[in-house]
């Protein structure tokens, strides 16, 4: 089942002389399940492809299909709501917010939204990712890969269509990098978590299912990973 479909996706920056194609039509889909790791050298693109995945930023041209839903065809209130509900966004520096405790960052999305927060699932999450002990904890309490292990619940909490990992080791040490990736290969295989990972690590993107290699906003290979 196709849940993610990208056409002929572009973002240029400036004009004329200085214009620079950050995405330079980009197409692809992914299907409900996999796991993708997004790979390229600083500036290639990787990031500004993610964020437009995210619906964190707009394209110039091209579209973003979500579950089906055209994402850009929403307005920005409704885009809002449609990425809190349907994508959940991993991040390099964890995004954690400093007054709120491990449990309240990561149930933030269900209080947003005005939703009941299911006590199993944020029980279910927080054992998984070790944090029982450290759920009453403030961020600058924690080391950063339990920020990283917090904001991987945050991203999961709602039960989103997409979870999007902007290099979500790159500011870890090779210890907690591997627990970080182990924890996004469970949510990959417990909740048939369908992940779109960014990195430039290729040992990490090895253990994707696919890797997709982009270089100067344009995708030059696409392959299984076997």
């Known amino acids: 089942m196709e849940i993610l479909k990208v056409e002929h996706l572009c973002k240029t920056y400036g004009k004329g002389e200085q214009e620079i194609k950050a995405v330079d039509d980009i197409s692809f ?3 409900k399940g996999e796991f993708v790791a997004v790979v390229g050298s600083s500036g290639s693109g990787k990031s500004t492809l993610l964020h437009l995945i995210g619906g964190v930023d707009k394209p110039t041209s091209g579209k973003v299909m979500i579950n ?5 065809k929403l307005n920005n209130d409704k885009l809002a709501i449609f990425r809190r509900r349907q994508v959940g966004l991993i991040y390099q520096f964890y995004n954690l917010i400093p007054i709120l ?15 009941q927060v299911e006590k199993e699932r944020l029980e279910e999450i927080l ?3 070790g944090l029982e002990n450290r759920r009453k904890h403030l961020p600058n309490e924690l080391s950063g ?3 990283q292990r917090t904001s991987i619940g945050r991203a999961l909490i709602n039960h989103p269509a997409l979870v999007l990992a902007d290099e979500p080791t790159g500011n870890l040490d090779s210890k ?8 996004l290969k469970l949510s990959n295989q417990k909740y048939k978590q369908t992940i779109i990972m960014i990195t430039h690590d290729k ?15 344009k995708i030059v290979s696409d392959e299984e990973n076997k």
């Not at 253990?207 to 290699?213: K, S």
């Open 29 to 31: 889909t992914v299907s």
């Open 68 to 72: 089906g839903t055209d994402i850009y």
């Open 101 to 115: 405790n491990v449990e309240e960052n990561i149930t933030l999305p269900c209080r947003l939204d005005g939703i």
């Open 127 to 129: 054992s998984i990712l």
């Open 145 to 147: 890969g339990q920020q």
């Open 176 to 183: 907690a990098s591997k627990e970080i990736l182990e924890l």
């Open 203 to 217: 040992e990490l993107a090895a253990e994707a299912d696919r890797i997709i290699n982009i270089e100067d906003g």
